[in-house]
């Protein structure tokens, strides 16, 4: 990480023509290292030792924005390709597995829609209907992440509207130059629009046709999949943001002991004390309540209330730490000469994506409250 990643930061973030061959370079070098896709076992084709070895992993890797992409395991693709390891069939894992694996392709995760609620899936509108052995897929989605350049998309569709809410929807291979599929913009997301990997795209799908071989899993099992998808993932974010959080603290340390303003350090005045101890205690919080609920994962539990909790309030600390990081270093916290700039505006988008935090209190608070209607209570282990 010191000498590669964030030696190399601001010249990848410029995200021209250079910027792809250095990254590129680097990406090689990770898997000459014996460091590719720590996300995946061996047979898989990555170098994982488990989700918990992941899980630790996270913590460095989510230092920077990048390491991830450079690394091999980058979001969407990261879950993208589990989630294809562990439901694809031979000949999915064949052709669409293996060469994500190997870096040599890119995937998105296409199931936001701009005209419903994301917070509520089953309020989905994207169809797809079967005609013979193939699926017809219409319908409009938005903030599919890396879709530009992207050699296909897993779609989330409705297949079966009658079905039970949670049953409706199904997950589709969609290669990305099947006639109908457009990838009508690259978003502008606070001024960035990005370039392939970066890009969070809006994308139509009119009457595209793929085989119905290209189901991942079993028709209706979209939620499903999606949820085995993301309670691990979540863990694997968090641990990021905690290297986000700790790189910002550490930022923020170091600039309030060789910064003076008004005859003294601003590691003398108590308002920055009063940062540091906060962050130094929040920090030490999340961390332990996100290994507590990796560890209950690992164990076989799914730790619902646990993952929605960190969730939440790793993505409120995320946010107050680069803020008090940002506050320390003045007007050098918003310019692109520190990362913190970038650092605040991917934290803010972690208070929406995976869930909005509000979403996640939603489910904590109806657990719990369920567990003490039924008398259970609820016991803090
Ligand atoms: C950086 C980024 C990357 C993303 N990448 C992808 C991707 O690759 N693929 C993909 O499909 N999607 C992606 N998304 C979309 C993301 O999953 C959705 O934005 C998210 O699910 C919220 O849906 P929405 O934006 O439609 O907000 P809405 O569902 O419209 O919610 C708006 C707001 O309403 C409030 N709200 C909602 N429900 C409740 C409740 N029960 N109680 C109280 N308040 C509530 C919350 O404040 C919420 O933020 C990405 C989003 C971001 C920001």
């Not at 898989?44 to 890797?61: D, H």
């Not at 989510?62 to 390709?81: E, H, K, L, M, V």
Request: aromatic share 8%; glycine share 10%; hydrophobic share 40%.
């Amino acid at each position: 990480m010191d000498e590669h990643v964030y030696a190399n930061e601001a010249a990848i973030s410029k995200e021209d023509d250079a910027a792809l061959e250095l990254v590129e370079s680097l990406r090689q070098r990770a898997k000459a290292e014996g460091l590719w896709a720590p996300n995946l076992p061996p047979e898989a084709g990555g170098t994982g030792t488990g989700f918990l070895g992941y899980a630790y992993l996270n913590e460095e890797i989510g230092r920077s924005t990048w390491a991830q992409y450079i690394f091999g395991c980058q979001a969407p693709d990261a879950g993208n390709a589990e989630i294809l390891w562990e439901f694809g069939t031979d000949e999915q894992k064949e052709r669409w597995l293996a060469p994500l694996v190997a870096g040599q392709i890119r995937s998105f995760f296409s199931m936001t829609e701009p005209d419903v609620a994301g917070s509520d899936p089953t309020t989905l509108r994207t169809r797809a209907v079967r005609d013979g052995d193939e699926w017809v897929i219409d319908g409009h989605k938005w903030f599919s992440s890396g879709a530009e350049g992207a050699a296909f998309a897993i779609v989330m569709a409705v297949t079966d509207p009658d079905a039970p809410p949670h049953s409706r929807a199904s997950q589709i291979i969609v290669p990305a130059d099947n006639p109908g599929v457009d990838i009508v913009r690259p978003i502008s997301v606070f001024g960035h629009a990005g370039r392939g990997w970066s890009t969070h795209c809006e994308v139509t799908y009119t009457g595209v046709r793929v085989p119905a071989a290209n189901t991942l899993g079993e028709v209706g099992a979209g939620f499903r999949i999606a949820q085995k998808r993301l309670g691990p993932g979540r863990i694997h974010h968090v641990m990021r943001w905690l290297g986000q959080m700790q790189r910002a603290f550490e930022l923020m340390c170091e600039r309030a002991l060789e910064r003076e303003a008004f005859g003294s350090r601003l590691a003398d005045k108590q308002t920055v004390q009063n940062w540091i101890a906060d962050s130094a205690a929040e920090i030490q919080a999340c961390r332990l309540m996100t290994l507590d609920a990796a560890h209950k994962i690992d164990a076989g539990d799914e730790a619902r209330v646990e993952v929605s909790v960190i969730k939440f309030y790793a993505a409120r600390v995320l946010n107050e730490v680069i803020d008090r990081a940002i506050r320390g270093h003045g007007a050098l916290g918003i310019t692109n000469d520190s990362p913190l700039a970038t650092m605040y505006v991917m934290a803010r988008a972690a208070r929406i994506y995976d869930g909005p935090d509000e979403v996640h209190r939603m489910v904590v608070a109806r657990r719990i409250l369920k567990s003490f209607e039924s008398g259970d209570g609820w016991q803090f282990r």
